[in-house]
């Protein structure tokens, strides 16, 4: 289609300059009837014979510009809609260079070249994969009995598919060859080596990555690949502790074809049928004796199942295990039971582990010095059981050893690990090249949670950026952000009520009304502390939660134009107390959120309960940190809405607080008659009905764009810890609490 | 004129060519440019890899796993002899170089040779061997160790210091239970000397495991050795400072972006980094000052720019720095592998785009490693045996998020659960909530004569509360059990259990039988109604990590006396909260066990006191963080002394003493006062506010 194209353009330039010539012989030809006539016929043919030779020339530039570019596209064009047999033949001399064995003390500083990676905005590394080429020695035989095989071309197709490849082989980090190496019993190591040598850009292998799932051969089975590859980057299934140049090489599982073609029902984590399977075939005698003796000793927990031996070999008896002639469909079995054995066979990867993990089975594996798949980012304790070999015989007792509740879990978290990591070769060609891309732009890295946290878990969990427990020092104190639009009368007693706080640190008014001026400054109360007015362009309730540079401190105080309620005392505490709980929103008025169950969604409610979900912004400490969260990153359009409705800007910054930290609100002190808060928004609304109405549509449609319900609903609230004790008032240190 | 026509044509024909070249050597570029382009960004650029659609093969046959049959091949225990044979020195591994049956018997025991007499150790090696001994990891029986520590100071191995041990290789060799270096561990800060520090420690460490400071990546042998960080003699043993962060101000970014102080070395090992820091300070927010002034002879090496550097070092102030820093470079001294010139030239860059919110985590991040693993010797130490033992104990280790988030992996023991869950640190990252329910323990220690004894009473108000699972009662008096009937019927089950020992500190044992995350710590003679167990336990839902409980307790320093001192005083804040009335996670009952020394535990036991107030210590130590009180203070214990049970030991006038000996006692062995104040107490959304006490949930609690 792109080749079609491409020939059509060239068509068209032909005729256009085609056109171009007519005209310019046509020009000349309009010009023709005042030459013409002085001119004699001889001089005509000259003249044809000289536009002739022009036109001709014309052609030939085009062509010769065209032409190759023409034939070398189309002889691509070929190769990439035919069949492998298309690739180029490559003969390799008997005496072309063979790399050296792969250099043991590798690492990415040593022997990969993070310069050619450079520093880019997006942190990716580019991947360049070479087109594909036919081996063969100098007999014309192949290197590799198979070829390019069904799974490399997946992986091969997936990168190159994906955000990492390039096919600019100039700007890529990193070269994937097209030699496929995944199986070294298929290769002939000499030959497949000069090959990899023989790359245009090898270099020794720098900034190279091979794909390998099986590794070693008869009779003692490296785990690595045998192949050598000078410093190339090996993505190896199999590594022993030995092998794995830790920080270099990749540890990749060995992909299980029936991934592909078996669907496995879904499976809640739970107590299942059996407590161990072991289902592999090729088990060796020794280890087969073992679990023979432990099925002896715990009897029907234990279902050991071999290969059926009636039936003929071939892809059908992949999916069958017998025990005493009772055939079982595999890997369905798998599903029957809470732990699977995963031992080591000839070598130390087995594809069986993925089918183990697949089916929500947790794996038990045996395979002493294996590094497990992907273990430089993903966690195994939480997805499998590691038992040393020569434990065995105490598999049973290490695993009754673990709680339920772990074993659900680990059933959880080892089916996640296959979906993500395992499922096909893809998804182990993308995480491949994640690790390394990881490796190379380490402050972009994903982080353990993104690694290993199931969506669900994801989902639910909650990590809080202010996660260190610590309590500020008081000598900051805090930052009062009042926000007004013209009450001036109200505002100076505020100001004059709050600059009495021994914390205050600095007033900050938000001067909301653009059509008004301030008050000069001489008519302001005179106060112990800096106080700065800040004039908005718009009137905007949001504009109460930008984080001003002029609000140094950690703890803000966000407060009405109205609340003169507040005692110094009360206002005090509740700096202590947003001390102790510099994650929350810590405030006076409380509210809750409840469930209407006739109308079937949230309702807003003021009256006074036993319960707290929300605390109101009209007087409230919190961090400048959820200042900036709220202006920078509020989910979806409630900010806009906020703004537009005039209202709600604190049930926001409730739903946000809460849905960062997982954690509700602290109401300090006992309840005040305040003059209804909530309508003391900006233009003094009025108390009616239809502001607590449009209050119950700020939580459905807050809960519905954060896609849950973050508010969390408690019963307590802080007060000093001698209040209301039989104690002298003057001894105390928050007297002043709670008098109307 | 005919002859000049032609000249003419010729001439115009000839420009006309020109012209054409000309119109053409400018359409080549053109061209080529255009193909360049198109070759740059893709001939096919949706199907860059042809994605074959020939039936290809796949990678293994079918049958591959059958001919591969490893019964033919040699035993997998003889496999692991020859591992064993093979893998020796620098490719040790714990397969290879580690006997693990000496750990199979008594667990992970650790063995310090005998300080042999003449032998000098530096105050470094000395911390390192008492914070050992004093763990609960030390055994002075060889016969039960699975590790063993040298007495021999192998700390600083660098020739020309002054505290570099001779002859070593004959001492080490001369030790009866060396066995080539089997299960010992090494610790090292300094190897190797000028001019081309070696990793190498003048010894044969045989299969010794190695914690050494700076290892470089050819030298590690990995997950064998274990990598330490650098500490000086000034080092505290215990205890620590915490971090020096204060404040999470927003936005995060302070005075500097990035500096750097210190030597530049001008030549050897270490100084092309060192040398190439000029071309990224900038004087104003990335400031890497080096100075020429190292060792004696440094005029020798003088180069163009030293005077320069040397002035500008000069000018600032190392502290300051450090503190009003966003970012601190790291680049490597003469010790240390290999970093590169060029990586020192892009961290600005690199560092400008880190966001603001990783700058944040990362700084929080630096202080819980900080406060987890670095601040003393003993941290360090502990955390490295703690790594080796989750080696050991392969499957019953600790997951990466135990290490890496608060508490951290010295407080979070994986031998109390495998699960996350179990513990009181995870729920949100987790996204889970503990289990709904308590466990009641009561600690019984007067015998039940009459059925109006305040345990009875104490005992059906908390049965009725809806979050109870069970009560147990720990018998801890000398009498004997009462009869089944003597207790009250209740609709929960009620476990009697006889104490260990009766000793106090069996209160804290982490039974069995409590199958709930809550635990509701109980005295005999306390008094609660069910609405206040109802509080208590909705409150400790939100604070599960946290004590949380009635009567709260307060300390001081008594500047004085040089001490800390208690009070049960009317204070206006409290740190700690008596395990008399108090919620706490079941895995503090674990923790209180396995993480205390026995010394401590002992004291309690003797005393038969302070069992509350280390449990406090400990739970702070854990969290960072104070008790929670809940609701008003009520006359209680000390202040009614002799009211109630006369046999209390609240009675007891030698009682309030002890427990200020407690305190220094406890807070010595942790080495800093773990505990915090609070100024505030949780109450009842609704408590005396002026409203009917029909609409107040827990009316009761309000009537005292």
Same mark, same amino acid.
């Given at each position: 289609?792109?080749?079609?194209?491409?020939?059509?353009?060239?068509?068209?330039?032909?005729?256009?300059?085609?056109?171009?010539?007519?005209?310019?012989?046509?020009?000349? *030809?309009?010009?023709?009837?005042?030459?013409?006539?002085?001119?004699?016929?001889?001089?005509?043919?000259?003249?044809?014979?000289?536009?002739?030779?022009?036109?001709?020339?014309?052609?030939?530039?085009?062509?010769?510009?065209?032409?190759?570019?023409?034939?070398? *596209?189309?002889?691509?064009?070929?190769?990439?809609?035919?069949?492998?047999?298309?690739?180029?033949?490559?003969?390799?001399?008997?005496?072309?260079?063979?790399?050296?064995?792969?250099?043991?003390?590798?690492?990415?500083?040593?022997?990969?070249?993070?310069?050619?990676?450079?520093?880019?905005?997006?942190?990716?590394?580019?991947?360049?994969?070479?087109?594909?080429?036919?081996?063969?020695?100098?007999?014309?035989?192949?290197?590799?009995?198979?070829?390019?095989?069904?799974?490399?071309?997946?992986?091969?197709?997936?990168?190159?598919?994906?955000?990492?490849?390039?096919?600019?082989?100039?700007?890529?980090?990193?070269?994937?060859?097209?030699?496929?190496?995944?199986?070294?019993?298929?290769?002939?190591?000499?030959?497949?080596?000069?090959?990899?040598?023989?790359?245009?850009?090898?270099?020794?292998?720098?900034?190279?990555?091979?794909?390998?799932?099986?590794?070693?051969?008869?009779?003692?089975?490296?785990?690595?690949?045998?192949?050598?590859?000078?410093?190339?980057?090996?993505?190896?299934?199999?590594?022993?502790?030995?092998?794995?140049?830790?920080?270099?090489?990749?540890?990749?599982?060995?992909?299980?074809?029936?991934?592909?073609?078996?669907?496995?029902?879904?499976?809640?984590?739970?107590?299942?049928?059996?407590?161990?399977?072991?289902?592999?075939?090729?088990?060796?005698?020794?280890?087969?004796?073992?679990?023979?003796?432990?099925?002896?000793?715990?009897?029907?927990?234990?279902?050991?199942?071999?290969?059926?031996?009636?039936?003929?070999?071939?892809?059908?008896?992949?999916?069958?295990?017998?025990?005493?002639?009772?055939?079982?469909?595999?890997?369905?079995?798998?599903?029957?039971? *809470?732990?699977?054995?995963?031992?080591?066979?000839?070598?130390?990867?087995?594809?069986?582990?993925?089918?183990?993990?697949?089916?929500?089975? $947790?794996?038990?594996?045996?395979?002493?010095?294996?590094?497990?798949?992907?273990?430089?980012? @993903?966690?195994?304790?939480?997805?499998?059981? $590691?038992?040393?070999?020569?434990?065995?015989?105490?598999?049973?007792?290490?695993?009754?050893?673990?709680?339920?509740?772990?074993?659900?879990?680990?059933?959880?978290?080892?089916?996640?690990?296959?979906?993500?990591?395992?499922?096909?070769?893809?998804?182990?060609?993308?995480?491949?090249?994640?690790?390394?891309?990881?490796?190379?732009?380490?402050?972009?890295?994903?982080?353990?949670?993104?690694?290993?946290?199931?969506?669900?878990?994801?989902?639910?969990?909650?990590?809080?950026?202010?996660?260190?427990?610590?309590?500020?020092?008081?000598?900051?104190?805090?930052?009062? $952000?009042?926000?007004?639009?013209?009450?001036?009368?109200?505002?100076?007693?505020?100001?004059?009520?709050?600059?009495?706080?021994?914390?205050?640190?600095?007033?900050?008014?938000?001067?909301?009304?653009?059509?008004?001026?301030?008050?000069?400054?001489?008519?302001?109360?005179?106060?112990?502390?800096? @106080?700065?007015?800040?004039?908005?362009?718009?009137?905007?309730?949001?504009?109460?939660?930008?984080?001003?540079?002029?609000?140094?401190?950690?703890? $803000?105080?966000?407060?009405?134009?109205?609340?003169?309620?507040?005692?110094? &005392?009360?206002?005090?505490?509740?700096?202590?107390?947003?001390?102790?709980?510099?994650?929350?929103?810590?405030?006076?008025?409380?509210?809750?959120?409840?469930?209407?169950?006739?109308?079937?969604?949230?309702?807003?409610? *003021?009256?006074?309960?036993?319960?707290?979900?929300?605390?109101?912004?009209?007087?409230?400490?919190?961090?400048?940190?959820?200042?900036?969260?709220?202006?920078?990153?509020?989910?979806? &359009?409630?900010?806009?809405?906020?703004?537009?409705?005039?209202?709600?800007? &604190?049930?926001?910054?409730?739903?946000?607080?809460?849905?960062?930290?997982?954690?509700?609100?602290?109401?300090?002190?006992?309840?005040?008659?305040?003059?209804?808060?909530?309508?003391?928004?900006?233009?003094?609304?009025?108390?009616?009905?239809?502001?607590?109405?449009?209050?119950?549509?700020?939580?459905?449609?807050?809960?519905?764009?954060?896609?849950?319900?973050?508010?969390?609903?408690?019963?307590?609230?802080?007060?000093?810890?001698?209040?209301?004790?039989?104690?002298?008032?003057?001894?105390?240190?928050?007297?002043?609490?709670?008098?109307? | 004129?005919?002859?000049?026509?032609?000249?003419?044509?010729?001439?115009?024909?000839?420009?006309?060519?020109? !012209?054409?070249?000309?119109?053409?050597?400018?359409?080549?570029?053109?061209?080529?440019?255009?193909?360049?382009?198109? =070759?740059?960004?893709?001939?096919?650029?949706?199907?860059?890899?042809?994605?074959?659609?020939?039936? #290809?093969?796949?990678?293994?046959?079918?049958?591959?796993?059958?001919?591969?049959?490893?019964?033919?091949?040699?035993?997998?225990?003889?496999?692991?002899?020859?591992?064993?044979?093979?893998?020796?020195?620098?490719?040790?591994?714990?397969?290879?170089?580690?006997?693990?049956? #000496?750990?199979?018997?008594?667990?992970?025991?650790?063995?310090?040779?005998?300080?042999?007499?003449?032998?000098?150790?530096?105050?470094?090696?000395?911390?390192?061997?008492?914070?050992?001994?004093?763990?609960?990891?030390?055994?002075?029986?060889?016969?039960?160790?699975?590790?063993?520590?040298?007495?021999?100071?192998?700390?600083?191995?660098?020739?020309?210091?002054?505290?570099?041990?001779?002859? #070593?290789?004959?001492?080490?060799?001369?030790?009866?239970?060396?066995?080539?270096?089997?299960?010992?561990?090494?610790?090292?800060?300094? =190897?190797?000397?000028?001019?081309?520090?070696?990793?190498?420690? +003048?010894?044969?460490?045989?299969?010794? /495991?190695?914690?050494?400071?700076?290892?470089?990546?050819?030298?590690?042998?990995?997950?064998?050795?274990?990598?330490?960080?650098?500490?000086?003699?000034?080092?505290?043993?215990?205890?620590?400072?915490?971090?020096?962060?204060?404040?999470?101000?927003?936005?995060?970014?302070?005075?500097?972006?990035?500096?750097?102080?210190?030597?530049?070395?001008?030549?050897?090992?270490?100084?092309?980094?060192?040398?190439?820091?000029?071309?990224?300070?900038?004087?104003?927010?990335?400031?890497?000052?080096?100075?020429?002034?190292?060792?004696?002879?440094?005029?020798?090496?003088?180069?163009?720019?030293?005077?320069?550097?040397?002035?500008?070092?000069?000018?600032?102030?190392?502290?300051?720095?450090?503190?009003?820093?966003?970012?601190?470079?790291?680049?490597?001294?003469?010790?240390?592998?290999?970093?590169?010139?060029?990586?020192?030239?892009?961290?600005?860059?690199?560092?400008?785009?880190?966001?603001?919110?990783?700058?944040?985590?990362?700084?929080?991040?630096?202080?819980? !490693?900080?406060?987890?693993?670095?601040?003393?010797?003993?941290?360090?130490?502990?955390?490295?045996?703690?790594?080796?033992?989750?080696?050991?104990?392969?499957?019953?280790?600790?997951?990466?998020? /135990?290490?890496?988030?608060?508490?951290?992996?010295?407080?979070?023991?994986?031998?109390?659960?495998?699960?996350?869950?179990?513990?009181?640190?995870?729920?949100?990252? #987790?996204?889970?909530?503990?289990?709904?329910?308590?466990?009641?323990?009561?600690?019984?220690?007067?015998? %039940?004569?009459?059925?109006?004894?305040?345990?009875?009473?104490?005992?059906?108000?908390?049965?009725?509360?809806?979050?109870?699972?069970?009560?147990?009662?720990?018998?801890?008096?000398?009498?004997?059990?009462?009869?089944?009937?003597?207790?009250?019927?209740?609709?929960?089950?009620?476990?009697?259990?006889?104490?260990?020992?009766?000793?106090?500190?069996?209160?804290?044992?982490?039974?069995?039988?409590?199958?709930?995350?809550?635990?509701?710590? !109980?005295?005999?003679?306390?008094?609660? =109604?069910?609405?206040?167990?109802?509080?208590?336990?909705?409150?400790?839902?939100?604070?599960?990590?946290?004590?949380?409980?009635?009567?709260?307790?307060?300390?001081?320093?008594?500047?004085?006396?040089?001490?800390?001192?208690?009070?049960?005083?009317?204070?206006?804040?409290?740190?700690?909260?008596?395990?008399?009335?108090?919620?706490?996670?079941?895995?503090?009952?674990?923790?209180?066990?396995?993480?205390?020394?026995?010394?401590?535990?002992? /004291?309690?036991?003797?005393?038969?006191?302070?069992?509350?107030?280390?449990?406090?210590?400990?739970?702070?130590?854990?969290?960072? %963080?104070?008790?929670?009180?809940?609701?008003?203070?009520?006359?209680?214990?000390?202040? /009614?002394? +002799?009211?109630?049970?006369?046999?209390?030991?609240?009675?007891?006038?030698?009682?309030?003493?002890?427990?200020?000996?407690?305190?220094?006692?406890?807070?010595?062995?942790?080495?800093?006062?773990?505990?915090?104040?609070?100024?505030?107490?949780?109450?009842?959304?609704?408590?005396?506010?002026?409203?009917?006490?029909?609409?107040?949930?827990?009316?009761?609690?309000?009537?005292?």
């Amino acid at each position: 289609m792109k080749h079609l194209n491409r020939r059509s353009f060239f068509c068209s330039f032909l005729s256009d300059g085609g056109a171009s010539v007519m005209y310019a012989s046509g020009k000349y *030809s309009s010009r023709g009837p005042a030459l013409i006539p002085r001119m004699k016929t001889k001089h005509r043919i000259y003249y044809i014979a000289l536009f002739s030779v022009v036109l001709l020339g014309l052609i030939a530039t085009g062509m010769f510009q065209f032409w190759p570019h023409s034939i070398e *596209s189309s002889a691509e064009w070929t190769l990439e809609k035919g069949s492998v047999h298309d690739a180029p033949l490559i003969r390799l001399p008997a005496s072309s260079p063979i790399p050296e064995r792969g250099d043991l003390s590798c690492r990415m500083h040593t022997c990969f070249d993070v310069y050619r990676c450079g520093y880019n905005p997006k942190n990716k590394i580019k991947v360049y994969i070479y087109p594909l080429q036919r081996f063969v020695d100098e007999f014309g035989v192949p290197i590799s009995s198979t070829g390019l095989s069904r799974e490399y071309n997946d992986l091969l197709s997936a990168i190159s598919d994906s955000d990492f490849y390039t096919d600019d082989v100039t700007r890529a980090c990193l070269f994937i060859p097209s030699i496929d190496v995944l199986n070294q019993n298929s290769l002939r190591i000499r030959e497949t080596a000069q090959a990899l040598a023989m790359l245009p850009r090898w270099d020794k292998g720098m900034n190279h990555l091979l794909f390998n799932m099986l590794p070693g051969g008869p009779p003692d089975y490296n785990t690595a690949l045998d192949v050598p590859r000078d410093r190339a980057l090996l993505a190896g299934g199999g590594f022993s502790t030995w092998t794995y140049r830790q920080g270099y090489d990749v540890s990749i599982p060995v992909y299980s074809p029936l991934s592909a073609d078996v669907m496995l029902p879904e499976r809640q984590p739970g107590p299942r049928r059996y407590f161990i399977l072991s289902s592999q075939t090729a088990i060796h005698r020794e280890y087969r004796a073992e679990l023979e003796r432990l099925k002896e000793e715990n009897g029907e927990a234990l279902l050991l199942l071999d290969k059926c031996s009636n039936l003929s070999q071939g892809a059908a008896s992949a999916r069958k295990r017998c025990y005493k002639g009772q055939v079982y469909d595999y890997p369905q079995i798998l599903q029957e039971s *809470s732990f699977c054995v995963v031992l080591r066979g000839a070598r130390l990867g087995q594809a069986a582990l993925s089918d183990v993990l697949q089916a929500g089975c $947790v794996p038990v594996i045996l395979a002493d010095s294996y590094i497990l798949p992907f273990s430089e980012v @993903l966690d195994w304790k939480r997805a499998s059981v $590691v038992i040393p070999e020569e434990k065995l015989s105490e598999m049973y007792t290490i695993l009754k050893s673990i709680p339920h509740r772990q074993v659900e879990e680990m059933q959880r978290q080892a089916h996640w690990f296959w979906e993500a990591y395992f499922s096909s070769m893809k998804a182990i060609g993308l995480t491949t090249l994640q690790i390394v891309n990881d490796r190379i732009y380490p402050y972009a890295a994903r982080t353990y949670e993104q690694w290993n946290n199931p969506p669900v878990v994801k989902w639910s969990s909650v990590n809080s950026p202010l996660f260190l427990p610590l309590i500020p020092p008081r000598a900051p104190g805090f930052t009062a $952000v009042v926000l007004t639009y013209d009450r001036v009368e109200s505002l100076f007693r505020v100001i004059t009520e709050i600059s009495k706080v021994p914390s205050l640190a600095k007033l900050l008014v938000v001067w909301n009304n653009q059509n008004k001026s301030p008050p000069e400054e001489s008519l302001w109360p005179k106060v112990g502390v800096p @106080l700065k007015v800040v004039r908005t362009k718009e009137n905007k309730l949001s504009n109460r939660f930008f984080p001003y540079d002029e609000i140094e401190t950690e703890a $803000v105080l966000a407060i009405d134009d109205d609340i003169i309620m507040l005692t110094s &005392d009360e206002l005090q505490f509740g700096y202590e107390v947003w001390r102790e709980f510099p994650d929350r929103l810590v405030g006076y008025p409380g509210r809750l959120h409840l469930w209407d169950h006739e109308m079937g969604k949230w309702k807003y409610e *003021s009256e006074w309960t036993n319960e707290v979900s929300m605390v109101l912004t009209g007087a409230a400490f919190y961090h400048k940190y959820f200042n900036y969260l709220y202006t920078y990153k509020m989910p979806g &359009d409630i900010k806009n809405w906020v703004d537009a409705h005039m209202n709600c800007e &604190d049930i926001a910054m409730n739903f946000l607080v809460a849905n960062i930290t997982g954690k509700a609100p602290i109401k300090v002190t006992p309840r005040k008659k305040f003059k209804c808060p909530e309508c003391t928004a900006i233009d003094g609304l009025s108390l009616d009905q239809t502001h607590m109405v449009e209050r119950s549509e700020c939580i459905n449609k807050f809960a519905s764009v954060f896609g849950t319900m973050p508010l969390k609903v408690v019963e307590h609230r802080a007060d000093p810890v001698l209040y209301k004790d039989d104690f002298p008032e003057k001894l105390k240190s928050f007297p002043n609490i709670g008098s109307l | 004129m005919q002859a000049k026509k032609r000249y003419l044509i010729l001439l115009s024909a000839g420009a006309c060519l020109a !012209l054409l070249f000309y119109l053409g050597g400018v359409e080549l570029p053109a061209a080529r440019r255009s193909r360049q382009d198109r =070759s740059r960004s893709g001939y096919r650029p949706e199907q860059p890899w042809p994605h074959y659609s020939d039936p #290809l093969h796949g990678f293994v046959p079918w049958d591959q796993t059958d001919t591969e049959d490893y019964n033919l091949h040699i035993s997998a225990r003889q496999k692991r002899d020859v591992n064993r044979s093979v893998y020796r020195g620098k490719r040790c591994r714990m397969d290879s170089c580690f006997d693990f049956s #000496l750990c199979q018997k008594n667990g992970f025991k650790v063995y310090v040779y005998p300080q042999q007499k003449g032998e000098k150790i530096s105050e470094s090696y000395q911390n390192i061997l008492s914070t050992i001994e004093g763990s609960r990891f030390y055994t002075s029986d060889p016969g039960q160790a699975c590790l063993f520590v040298l007495s021999l100071d192998t700390l600083d191995r660098d020739q020309l210091s002054p505290q570099y041990v001779h002859n #070593l290789k004959t001492k080490v060799q001369s030790l009866p239970l060396w066995n080539d270096g089997r299960n010992h561990l090494i610790f090292n800060l300094y =190897s190797g000397t000028w001019p081309d520090y070696t990793e190498d420690l +003048g010894f044969d460490i045989g299969q010794a /495991m190695l914690a050494k400071a700076s290892i470089g990546a050819e030298n590690f042998r990995p997950r064998f050795d274990v990598s330490i960080p650098l500490f000086s003699k000034e080092h505290p043993r215990t205890g620590g400072e915490r971090g020096f962060l204060k404040y999470n101000t927003i936005p995060p970014f302070r005075k500097y972006m990035l500096v750097f102080k210190g030597k530049r070395y001008l030549t050897g090992i270490g100084s092309d980094t060192r040398n190439a820091l000029y071309h990224v300070h900038n004087a104003e927010d990335v400031v890497l000052l080096t100075t020429c002034k190292h060792g004696k002879d440094w005029q020798k090496h003088k180069d163009a720019r030293c005077d320069k550097d040397n002035a500008e070092y000069d000018k600032y102030d190392y502290k300051e720095m450090l503190h009003n820093s966003t970012f601190c470079l790291v680049p490597r001294g003469r010790r240390l592998g290999s970093f590169r010139f060029l990586e020192a030239l892009q961290i600005p860059t690199t560092v400008r785009s880190i966001h603001q919110d990783k700058i944040l985590s990362l700084r929080q991040q630096t202080q819980f !490693l900080w406060e987890a693993y670095f601040s003393s010797v003993e941290k360090i130490v502990l955390t490295t045996l703690e790594i080796i033992q989750d080696r050991v104990l392969e499957h019953g280790s600790r997951s990466s998020l /135990m290490w890496n988030s608060h508490p951290g992996g010295l407080f979070a023991l994986p031998q109390y659960s495998g699960y996350l869950g179990d513990f009181p640190f995870y729920y949100a990252t #987790l996204g889970i909530k503990p289990y709904p329910k308590f466990t009641a323990v009561i600690h019984a220690v007067s015998p %039940l004569v009459s059925q109006s004894q305040p345990i009875l009473k104490l005992l059906v108000a908390v049965a009725k509360s809806q979050y109870c699972a069970q009560i147990i009662v720990l018998w801890n008096c000398d009498k004997p059990l009462p009869a089944k009937h003597r207790w009250p019927a209740t609709s929960v089950p009620v476990i009697v259990i006889e104490g260990e020992n009766k000793v106090m500190s069996s209160r804290f044992l982490p039974y069995e039988t409590i199958v709930t995350d809550a635990v509701l710590s !109980l005295d005999e003679d306390t008094v609660l =109604s069910t609405t206040e167990v109802d509080f208590a336990f909705t409150v400790w839902q939100s604070f599960p990590e946290r004590i949380v409980g009635y009567p709260a307790r307060s300390h001081f320093w008594d500047s004085n006396k040089e001490r800390w001192g208690y009070t049960s005083k009317w204070t206006n804040d409290y740190s700690m909260v008596l395990t008399g009335a108090a919620m706490f996670h079941r895995y503090y009952h674990y923790l209180y066990t396995h993480y205390l020394p026995t010394s401590l535990k002992n /004291m309690v036991d003797q005393l038969a006191n302070c069992e509350d107030i280390l449990m406090n210590f400990l739970v702070s130590a854990v969290t960072k %963080l104070p008790p929670i009180k809940i609701t008003q203070k009520k006359q209680y214990k000390e202040t /009614m002394m +002799g009211q109630s049970s006369r046999a209390s030991r609240w009675a007891d006038p030698d009682h309030f003493a002890q427990r200020q000996t407690c305190m220094n006692k406890f807070a010595s062995w942790f080495g800093a006062m773990p505990l915090v104040h609070s100024q505030m107490r949780l109450d009842p959304v609704l408590f005396k506010d002026q409203v009917s006490i029909l609409r107040k949930k827990y009316r009761d609690i309000e009537r005292l």
